[in-house]
Every structure is written in C-alpha cells, then in structure tokens.
C-alpha cells in the first residue's frame, strides 16, 4: 500500500467523501452556529488522543479534520456573519483551488507552471486597467494579503526613492525616511516598517476628521515640518475603505500632496477596491490612477478563499531591482522567453497558484456576476443603517461602503458596545464586533461580507442587537443558544 498517494478506489472514496462534505457545508451555512464556543482543553484534550503511530483510514481522517472545522471556527461564509471582510467563498473559486493543491503548480520559476505563472499576469493586467493604470506599464504580484502587498509597496518606494537601497540598505541612507499613514489605515504598514528595518518611529500617523479618513491638512502640515527638519517623507498610504468604519480617504489630494513633495502614492483598497468595478461608484475612488501603487485583496470583497492579494504598480522592473537575485540552481528553461521568474518578483519564493481562484471565480461570474454581488451587499448595507435608526441606534461612521458602526446613548458605560457584541456572539447566531474610532468613539460594527446576507438577514441582526439591548438594561444573562 502505498501511505502517500493510496490505491485507487481509496482514493474514489476520499474524493467523494470530500466534495460530499464541501456541499454539506455549503447548504448547512444557514442553520449553523456562526460562532464556536471556546473550550481550550477540550480541544486540546481531543487532539492529544490522536495518535500518529497508530493510522486511521482516510476516511477516518477526512471525517477528523471534517468535524474539528466544523465545530471550532468562526463560520465566515455565513449569512450571518457580519465581520472583518472575510468573505462566503465562491463555489467555482473552491474548485480552482482544489485543483491547484492537486496540481501543485510551483509558481517560483516561470517555466515550471507558464499557465499558472500567465494567469496571474493576465490578473494584473486587468486590475491594473481596472484601476486605470497604463496596462503596458503596469506591473504587480499576486500574493498572500494585504499585508504582503503592502509590505512590497513599501520595498517598492524605499527602491525608488534611495536607489542604493537594495544593494546598501537602509545603513547606506544619509537622509532620515519617513512614511504617514492616517491613524486609521490598517497596521499592516507599521509592521512592514518594522520588518522593512525602518522601524516604527518612521511612521506618522496622521490624525483623522470626524469622518474617520485622514486629515488633509495636517497631512500637509506635518509632511512640511518633517522636511523642514531635514528628514525625508517618501512614501504615504491612502486607504480606500478604512477596516474599521470604511472610510474613503480623500486619494486625490493625498495624491497632490505625495507629488508636491516627491513621495510614493500607495492606496491600500485592499477590501474597498471591489467598488470600481461598478460604474455608478467608482468614482469614490478618484484619484487611485494616480497612485504609484495599490493593494486590492481578492479574499476580502472578491469573495475568493485566503490567500489572495494583489499588488500592483505603474513601475515597471522595480520588483526586478528589488527581488531578483539571480540564482544559479534555478530552473533556466525558459530563458530568452520574454518572461518573468514570480520568485524574482515577488517577497515569496516557492508559491502556490493564488491567482487560480480569482481567475476560476472571473471566469464563471464575470465582472458582470460580481456587480451584482457587490451592488447588492451596498444595498443591504444601507438597509442595515436605516433599520438601525429606526431601532434608535445612533450610525456613527459615514460612508458608502456596507460596513456600519453604531452605538447608542448611554454614556455612563464604556463597555456598553462590547455588551452588545458579546451578547449577539455568544447566542451563536450572528458574528459582529466593536471598534474604537479615531481613538474616542466606540461602536458595534457590523459589515455585509457573505454573498448569501439576504433582507431577512440584516433585519435578524437588527433585532438580535435590539434584543441584546433589552437584555442589558434588564440585567439578563446572557444566552446559552443550542445548536
Ligand atoms: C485586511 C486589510 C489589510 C491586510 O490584508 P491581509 O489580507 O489581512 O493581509 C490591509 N489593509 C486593509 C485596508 C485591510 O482591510
């Protein structure tokens, strides 16, 4: 018997088995706990009894990893799960990457996977023109996250803008470099910082309006002081759907302020970039074209599984200077082909097919299939704010996006909000959180994220956070909800 690859009709079964389960999750979504409960030894205690010297059957095994999922996660596809966009996935996404985990197309050398290696150019590309990039210009990487592609972004502008950079590093810089980001843009570009080697003491963050974007103007003013102490600001992020309330950074006059004083324009629209996909909104966005780079994750508003970043640049061969390294034991087969090594252009090296669900997904849902989803998450997000008004809840963010925070009158407790958010997650019936806004106002958030939210969704969450309410002013515990 062969352990690894099993005989055949092992195998038949294991497969049936699988794509059993994959459906039975797909249509037990609805009926499901969004939210485990939290029992650390039990666990613990469960996996320990596993033992790797004795073998289970395949089938054994499958039904092993089958209920440890489905009893001890967050069910993020859910139509009640109103979270940190984590999407539903798409079905035909699901399939690809079935696929590329059977097919393990190695996509470090181009010539070792050119289909999967030319899939992911052909994404860039199309985002690139999404975005309203020069497509004969543009350049890019799929890769695991936002966080990837805003780390790359930030390798990108260090390259640009201190050309020694990749050779010397950041001990041949004579200049002191400094990047700004708005108190709200996500803490990926802190760590990036300090992965980078500049530290966090190279970020400012600059303090945002009562809409909870970035300041403009103090965004300017700080930038000046900076350089009138002789430091040099060369790199500023503009986030286009804040995570935390969804706000729109104003790009184009970030983008004015990045040229007026030669910075790097990087706009992270890692979950709010769907949006220029719809004609009617993407002018929310205006000025993304002009940015150096930007971040667009496909397994936030995409809907496709984690991981799935893009990032994408009008630089051409800046990731080259950056990445390459030339390695002699690579795979040289497809040399003097008009190609690019992805292990050259990118923070990873040996790399799974990312782009394959993306593609599988475009493919079968078309920009056309992926409007219609997104313009109809919008709808309900705007829904779930006026049914949140007529309950009395007071909407605290502003924007266009579905992601709503609210919080109510009552002054006297801090933690009011975290009640209410403990008390719709512990019913199991719904998954939403709190936020701190711009560091003073704290809020219940909940966003549209699963393709399967419906009308009666957005209205149950209404009335479960009204119910929390009712439960908190009369001192009832909380629920211990059964399956
Ligand atoms: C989620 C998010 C990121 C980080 O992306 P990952 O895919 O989690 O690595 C960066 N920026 C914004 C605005 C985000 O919402």
Redesign the pocket.
């Known amino acids: 018997m062969n352990h690894l690859g099993l005989d055949k009709k092992t195998r038949e079964k294991l497969w049936s088995q699988l794509a059993a389960a994959i459906e039975d999750y797909f249509v037990s979504l609805e009926r499901q706990r969004v939210t485990p409960r939290f029992d650390v030894h039990g666990l613990r205690e469960q996996l320990a009894k596993l033992d790797f010297g004795k073998a289970l059957s395949p089938e054994t095994a499958l039904g092993t990893v089958i209920d440890g999922l489905t009893n001890h996660q967050v069910h993020v596809s859910s139509p009640m799960y109103f979270g940190?966009?984590n999407p539903a996935v798409s079905a035909a996404a699901v399939a690809a990457d079935s696929l590329v985990a059977a097919f393990n197309p190695q996509l470090a050398a181009w010539s070792h996977s050119p289909f999967a290696a030319e899939v992911d150019r052909l994404l860039i590309q199309e985002f690139a023109r999404v975005i309203g990039f020069d497509e004969s210009a543009a350049d890019g990487t799929l890769c695991?996250?936002?966080?990837?592609?805003?780390h790359t972004a930030l390798l990108c502008a260090l390259e640009q803008h201190f050309p020694s950079f990749s050779k010397k590093g950041l001990r041949g810089l004579r200049e002191k470099p400094l990047l700004y980001v708005s108190a709200e843009?996500?803490?990926?570009?802190l760590k990036a910082a300090k992965a980078c080697g500049l530290g966090s003491d190279a970020v400012r963050e600059i303090p945002v309006t009562s809409a909870f974007g970035m300041d403009i103007q103090s965004l300017r003013e700080q930038v000046a002081n900076d350089a009138a102490q002789g430091a040099k600001p060369f790199f500023v992020v503009a986030?286009?759907?804040?995570?935390a309330s969804g706000a729109i950074e104003s790009i184009s006059e970030i983008a004015d302020i990045a040229r007026y004083n030669n910075m790097w324009l990087h706009t992270?629209?890692?979950?709010?970039g769907a949006v220029l996909l719809l004609p009617s909104m993407k002018q929310l966005l205006t000025g993304i074209e002009k940015s150096d780079s930007v971040?667009i994750?496909a397994?936030?508003w995409l809907s496709v599984p984690?991981?799935?970043?893009l990032f994408i640049t009008r630089h051409r061969n800046l990731l080259t200077r950056i990445f390459g390294t030339g390695a002699q034991y690579m795979p040289k087969d497809a040399a003097g082909l008009d190609v690019v090594d992805p292990y050259s252009h990118s923070l990873q090296w040996s790399r799974r097919a990312i782009g394959m669900k993306l593609f599988a997904s475009l493919l079968v849902s078309g920009w056309e299939g992926y409007r219609a989803v997104i313009e109809k998450q919008i709808g309900l997000g705007q829904l779930l704010k006026s049914e949140l008004q007529s309950a009395d809840w007071r909407i605290v963010n502003d924007t266009a996006l579905p992601v709503v925070c609210f919080n109510s009158e009552e002054p006297h407790d801090r933690e009011y909000c975290a009640k209410v958010a403990a008390w719709v997650v512990d019913s199991g019936k719904a998954w939403i959180s709190t936020v701190l806004l711009g560091g003073r106002v704290r809020a219940i958030r909940a966003c549209i994220t699963s393709y399967w939210t419906e009308e009666r969704h957005v209205r149950e969450l209404v009335s479960l956070v009204n119910k929390a309410r009712t439960a908190i002013s009369e001192k009832i515990p909380r629920p211990v909800a059964d399956n």
Do not use: I, P, Q, V
């Open positions: 940190l966009f695991s996250g936002g966080a990837e592609a805003n843009s996500h803490h990926s570009t986030t286009a759907g804040t995570t992270d629209a890692a979950w709010g971040t994750d397994h936030k984690m991981g799935c970043g």
